[in-house]
C-alpha cells in the first residue's frame, strides 16, 4: 500500500483519538486535587528563567531579517543556543516557522512555530502554538506549551516562552522554560 494513501487514512482517526485523549493526559490538575501534592516532591519540575537564546543558525524565503515585511508565504529554520544567567550553556534549540494568514481587523501575520529544545541535562522538550509575528517582532513575549518528549523529566508539561531583546535584530532572545510532571 502507498504510504501517502495510508497516512490519509489513519489521520482523521489520530486526530479523533487526539482531540479525545489529549485534554486527559495534558490539562493541568485542579488545585484541590491530590496529584497536586507529587509536584512538592524535588525532581518533579523544571524552572529555567533569565535565559539568554542566541541565534547560531537561520534560513528564511522571506529576505528582510528584520521580520517587517512579511507575507503569507514565509517559511524559516532557526537553531539556537540556550545560555543560563550565569553563561553556562544549557543546550539548543531547533525550530521553524511557518506565516498562516493575515488578521482582517489589524492586518498582523499569525504564524506557527514549532521546536524542539535539547538541554544538556538529557531532557528533550517539544514546544510550540500560534504567534502574532507582529507583536513578537515588536518585542512581545511568545508562550507555548511545552512537553518533555525524552529524558529524565519525560511526559511533563508546561510553557516556553521567549521575545527578542533587540526588536531590528532578532538574534538575540530572552526565555523561559517551566515544566512538571504531574
Do not use: C
Not at 511533563?156 to 522554560?177: C, M
Amino acid at each position: 500500500m502507498d504510504f501517502r494513501v495510508l497516512s490519509a487514512r489513519i489521520s482523521p482517526v489520530l486526530d479523533t483519538v487526539s482531540s479525545w485523549a489529549l485534554p486527559l493526559v495534558a490539562a493541568p490538575p485542579e488545585t484541590t486535587s491530590e496529584r497536586v501534592g507529587a509536584l512538592g516532591r524535588p525532581g518533579r519540575s523544571l524552572i529555567l528563567r533569565d535565559l539568554t537564546e542566541k541565534v547560531v543558525e537561520y534560513k528564511s524565503s522571506n529576505p528582510d531579517p528584520t521580520g517587517t515585511t512579511p507575507t503569507e508565504k514565509d517559511f524559516a529554520t532557526v537553531r539556537l543556543e540556550i545560555f543560563g544567567a550565569d553563561g553556562e550553556n544549557l543546550g539548543h534549540t531547533r525550530g521553524a516557522g511557518r506565516m498562516l494568514y493575515k488578521q482582517e481587523h489589524d492586518g498582523h501575520f499569525i504564524a506557527y512555530f514549532g521546536e524542539e529544545i535539547r538541554l544538556r541535562d538529557g531532557n528533550v522538550i517539544r514546544s510550540g502554538g500560534l504567534v502574532d509575528d507582529a507583536r513578537l517582532t515588536a518585542g512581545e513575549a511568545a508562550t507555548f506549551p511545552a512537553v518533555v518528549v525524552e529524558g529524565p523529566l519525560r511526559g511533563a508539561i508546561g510553557f516556553r516562552q521567549f521575545r527578542p531583546l533587540v526588536k531590528d535584530a532578532h538574534d538575540t532572545y530572552e526565555s523561559s522554560i517551566v515544566v512538571y510532571l504531574r
